[in-house]
């Protein structure tokens, strides 16, 4: 169900676009710390392939250049509004045009924002936008006018959450979509038609159609239960929507804004996950939703016009984040509690490697956009910096791995540049 938009204090979202650029025009001028050139040598005549990924702990965005041999930081950006806060940028996603990236904080004050870089300078190109709690993954449309954020709710009480609409030329959360409990991974089918996101707790695959912006499916991914459940989530779900405008006064239809007191005090009741999904992933031609069940150890492909789970693909410890390549012939997914890098032929169904990561803790996968490589990052743990690993995609093998802040999160692919 979407919900009116409005920030923490109750006023009207155009209000807060007045006030921002005022407030935030120490960050317009000058990110958090000096941008960071990287210095390394060009070593290869191939072409050059480039992505940025997030340190959650560093409070850092890297760009990172592959040469078809090394891989190296050839810039640092530093990120975020308070310098006593670590803001933990969380989710990346890149426009189509490749010239703005996207990008989440899950932390801040009171909560993360949605921010947009322009590519190149690395410069911000407005003020933070305000979500629901704890922004987390992201992904734009194809025509690059509206984001798309799942707000995962980490820290506050175990209740529904929301998927955020941002309205990219004006900066403006447009709609607040309630979905379900702990919502993650976030997908746009190639058409830009259909959103998709999974339900850690509540073991559900949510599409909005993005022209209603509202939820137009549900699939439950529960073992022994799998199937279609009804699009406004049920009887329960929309007694918290309603708890949360009424114990709001009306200024948010969000349960994770308001917790247990929207419904007097109740926790939400769930029957314990047997998929704990964290991410759906469309197909490359958009026919089928590749959904990682992270606690069962499998990716289920479910068919978008028949609504119907057609395979399972066994996989190593903990599926985590998927990609696809642009060719529609593999499927790589991060496996984060095992810490491997895992292929999947999309023709066989078959797992066709399972490569150790750099560190522990896989986390985040892009794809080069000509299916050549995949850049994985990995978080480490502690202090540790994380890691991203370039995996040749046609030899199956970990080709390269470089350095970057503690705790490294999402990942978006920007462009291959000929020489």
């Known amino acids: 169900m979407q919900i009116p938009s409005r920030p923490r204090n109750g006023a009207p979202i155009w209000r807060l676009a007045l006030l921002l650029p005022v407030v935030a025009a120490p960050v317009l001028a000058q990110p958090r710390g000096p941008v960071t050139p990287a210095t390394a040598p060009v070593t290869s005549s191939g072409p050059l392939y480039y992505a940025y990924a997030g340190a959650e702990s560093a409070d850092k965005i890297y760009r990172i250049r592959f040469d078809g041999r090394t891989a190296t930081v ?8 308070f310098a006593a806060e670590m803001e933990g940028p969380h989710g990346l996603a890149i426009s189509t045009d490749g010239r703005f990236l996207h990008m989440t904080t899950g932390h801040g004050f009171p909560d993360g924002k949605y921010w947009q870089y322009v590519l190149g300078p690395d410069t911000l190109a407005g003020p933070g936008v305000l979500l629901g709690t704890f922004p987390a993954s992201i992904d734009a449309t194809p025509d690059g006018r509206y984001t798309y954020s799942v707000n995962f709710n980490l820290h506050g009480d175990m209740v529904p959450s929301s998927v955020s609409v941002v309205h990219v030329p004006n900066l403006v959360e447009v709609a607040r ?10 997908r746009l089918s190639p058409d830009g038609r259909y959103h998709y996101s999974a339900c850690m707790m509540d073991d559900e695959l949510v599409e909005i159609d993005t022209r209603t912006q509202q939820v137009s499916r549900r699939f439950h991914l529960a073992k022994g239960k799998e199937g279609p459940l009804p699009a406004d989530g049920g009887e329960m779900l929309q007694m918290w929507i309603e708890g949360a405008r009424r114990v709001s006064k009306g200024q948010t239809g969000d349960p994770a804004e308001v917790g247990y007191p929207a419904m007097e005090g109740h926790q939400h009741m769930m029957a314990p996950a047997t998929c704990s999904p964290t991410w759906a992933q469309p197909s490359a031609d958009g026919a089928r939703i590749f959904v990682a069940c992270n606690k069962g150890d499998e990716i289920l492909e479910v068919d978008h016009a028949t609504w119907t789970i057609t395979r399972r693909f066994a996989t190593g410890r903990g599926p985590y984040n998927l990609g696809v390549t642009p060719d529609g012939t593999l499927m790589i997914a991060s496996i984060k509690q095992g810490s491997q890098i895992e292929l999947f032929d999309l023709a066989t169904g078959r797992s066709v490697a399972r490569i150790p990561a750099s560190t522990t803790l896989s986390h985040g996968v892009a794809v080069s956009s000509d299916s050549r490589y995949a850049f994985v990052t990995s978080e480490g743990v502690g202090a540790a910096p994380g890691k991203v690993d370039v995996i040749d995609l046609r030899a199956r093998v970990k080709v390269a791995s470089v350095d970057i802040g503690p705790q490294a999160s999402g990942i978006a692919f920007w462009k ?4």
Do not use: A
């Open 416 to 419: 291959v540049v000929p020489r």
């Open 177 to 186: 979509i309630v979905t379900c409990t702990m919502p993650h991974g976030s």
């Open 74 to 81: 050839e810039r640092e950006i530093p990120i975020g509004e």
